[in-house]
């Protein structure tokens, strides 16, 4: 059983610099999701998603895929494409209990001979 369509907009993977991209509204690939198309149509939503595949085929893109979006704010509906529209994110390093961060007269010397 497929679920029902919902308003979606078109992403993928830079090739080159692995950067989230949006397909936009003149068919270009932007980094802005702002700048995003709403794809509201589901035939029109396949055949995006089938010209964005012959163009991966070619490069400048990879992995194209339907991200379901609210329609009044593009806002993503999923975790997954909710981490990618707001970038990479690291979490801070943990330290063990009682550690300090070295302070600069803490740090080894170097000696060049």
């Keep these: ?5 919902r308003p979606s907009i078109l992403t993928a993977n830079d090739l080159l610099t692995g950067a989230v991209v949006y397909c936009s509204r003149d068919g270009s690939w932007s980094r802005d999701i ?5 794809l509201e149509d589901e035939a029109r939503a396949r055949a995006a998603l089938a010209a964005a595949e012959a163009e991966a085929e070619q490069g400048g893109i990879v992995a194209p895929f339907l ?9 993503p509906l999923a975790t997954r494409d909710m981490i990618r529209a707001r970038g990479p994110f690291t979490l801070p390093r943990a330290r063990k209990a009682g550690t300090r961060k070295p302070t600069r007269q803490q740090e080894p010397r170097h000696v060049s001979a």
């Design 1 to 5: 059983m497929s679920r029902a369509f």
């Design 34 to 38: 702002a700048a995003a198309r709403l």
């Design 67 to 75: 991200a379901p979006v609210d329609p009044a704010t593009l806002r």
